[in-house]
């Protein structure tokens, strides 16, 4: 297994070796792109494919660094926090050549904010959003232009992870000319009007069987790089992507946030003349276990002991060694809640309740509940999958063998297991996991874990921490990181979470193929990659 190696956007640095005739970047994904329109993207891996489709004020580069993308640089922030001034660049054009300015940017975003796709609430600290989002009016009242090349954004709120929303899906831009002509429910549907300010154009699609983009000329980005034509091929049989990859035909398996069947990543880990085709980065993916903490066992300060030692209990590597294909498929998670690889984590080990000790957790244990009264008829909750099932299989085995307490797996359908969890606290331990949808950590704390947070499943609710996401909330992200990582440390010193395993991203990349990859996000770009001569 190897790293993945750094990229850049507008191509790579000059190549040390020849590079093949044929510049035809190839690799399946499981399922149809389900949503081509920006406002109504929902999936990762549409998100994966498209960014290189479509562009935004910024962007995300191979280290999650936001930069400048079609603004010039970051916005002027007033000094009360509440507006933002973007500057485009000029002579910047959509792949049909059409101008981008101004009025692009407040109808594209006029549009998602209409169009309530998944994400339109990323817009809901702009003043105006509601009544566009309830129908009441087509504008909000907080975008303005001041000139063909600048855009004024104001919020009802300081809101500093907004700058990092901007770089997301729902604020890429349309071409509102291709829109309005070709109609607004329709444009995206054929190659010919599905026009973006990407590095790539759609020129061939086969619905459910492939998808064919080729680099678009005089970008305004500069070098779409060596690749030339990407050819995706929609393969639902995770071994007929496998065979087609060793047999040649796809440069890679990954993109699109594809995994590995488990039987395969632990051949391509073991096989001396095969591992080094097998790279892992992480996901941005963390699963925990969660505690009750306003009924049941684990509740309040009369809880911690409880809950810090089942935490304790957990033999991590075990877990892994079990349920993440030889460590391919998921890590240990010892850094925190939030995901290796993002902002915010806090680093290896930094959790202490993530710390192994058996001995020392049924001590513990034994002073908290000595009779075996309190977690009488215990169980774990979870949605019904396989490998949710695997993971409480696990740590049944192993809190029976560490603490001498049985805990029945319970599981449920997953609309009823999300209504009963976050919407009335109802498991006294249950499965967490949380997928980042930005690299920021307010997309965790303020939805997971502050007061009446709504994927709040433990009831937690705590001032000092409130206090802290708020503070770092009202930040630039720069400056907001270590308000977040004081947050952690609150929740580690409650013990709200034992943390499990953090997400793992696969590729298999043959030795010709350079430039691929990805971060604990994204797919890097296909600007980026070249096929060596093989």
Not at 122 to 131: P, T
Not at 485 to 494: C, R
Request: proline share 4%; net charge negative; with cysteine.
């Amino acid at each position: 297994m190897t790293l993945v190696a750094a990229c850049t956007l507008g191509g790579s640095s000059a190549p040390t070796e020849a590079l093949a005739a044929d510049q035809t970047l190839s690799f399946p994904i499981g399922q149809e792109v389900g949503d081509f329109d920006p406002a109504q993207i929902t999936s990762p891996a549409d998100v994966d494919v498209l960014r290189n489709v479509f562009s935004g004020l910024y962007r995300f580069d191979d280290k999650l660094h936001e930069v400048p993308d079609l603004a010039t640089a970051f916005p002027d922030i007033s000094a009360d926090g509440l507006m933002y001034t973007f500057r485009l660049r000029r002579g910047a054009k959509f792949s049909n050549g059409d101008p981008i300015t101004a009025d692009d940017v407040i109808f594209s975003w006029n549009r998602a904010a209409a169009k309530q796709g998944q994400y339109a609430t990323l817009f809901s600290v702009v003043r105006g959003y509601v009544a566009v989002a309830q129908g009441h009016a087509t504008q909000m009242s907080g975008l303005t232009k001041t000139d063909d090349y600048t855009v004024e954004t104001t919020l009802n709120q300081p809101a500093g992870y907004w700058l990092t929303e901007v770089g997301l899906w729902p604020m890429w831009l349309v071409d509102r000319k291709v829109v309005t002509a070709a109609g607004d429910d329709v444009w995206y549907t054929s190659p010919e009007t599905l026009v973006g300010s990407g590095p790539f154009r759609l020129t061939a699609h086969v619905v459910g069987q492939s998808l064919d983009f080729a680099a678009v000329s005089g970008w305004y980005g500069g070098s779409t790089g060596a690749t030339k034509r990407v050819h995706v091929g929609v393969e639902t049989d995770q071994a007929v992507q496998v065979t087609k990859y060793e047999s040649g035909v796809y440069s890679l398996i990954g993109y699109g946030r594809q995994s590995l069947s488990p039987a395969t990543a632990v051949r391509y880990t073991t096989d001396a003349k095969l591992n080094d085709q097998l790279r892992l980065v992480p996901a941005g993916l963390t699963y925990w276990v969660g505690f009750n903490m306003q009924t049941g066992p684990f509740a309040g300060d009369a809880g911690k002991a409880g809950r810090h030692a089942f935490s304790t209990a957990i033999d991590r590597k075990a877990l892994v060694d079990a349920v993440c294909s030889a460590g391919t498929a998921c890590t240990q998670a010892t850094g925190g809640v939030l995901s290796k690889g993002l902002a915010g984590y806090l680093g290896d080990g930094a959790d202490a309740n993530a710390t192994f000790d058996a001995a020392a957790a049924k001590r513990e244990y034994t002073a908290w509940d000595p009779s075996g009264s309190k977690v009488k008829g215990l169980a774990y909750t979870f949605d019904t999958n396989p490998f949710n099932q695997a993971v409480c299989t696990n740590l049944a085995a192993q809190w029976k063998q560490n603490l001498g307490v049985t805990v029945a797996c319970s599981d449920t359908d997953t609309q009823t297991f999300f209504d009963q969890r976050d919407g009335r606290c109802a498991y006294s331990a249950f499965r967490q996991s949380w997928s980042a949808d930005y690299n920021n950590p307010q997309d965790w704390f303020d939805y997971l874990f502050v007061t009446h947070g709504t994927s709040n499943g433990s009831c937690y609710s705590n001032p000092a921490l409130d206090s802290l996401v708020a503070t770092a909330d009202a930040k630039p992200v720069g400056l907001a990181l270590s308000y977040y990582q004081a947050a952690d440390h609150v929740l580690i010193g409650d013990v709200v979470y034992a943390a499990l395993v953090y997400g793992v991203q696969e590729y298999l990349v043959h030795p010709y193929v350079k430039g691929v990859g990805g971060t604990a996000l994204y797919d890097f770009y296909w600007t980026s990659a070249e096929i060596l001569q093989h």
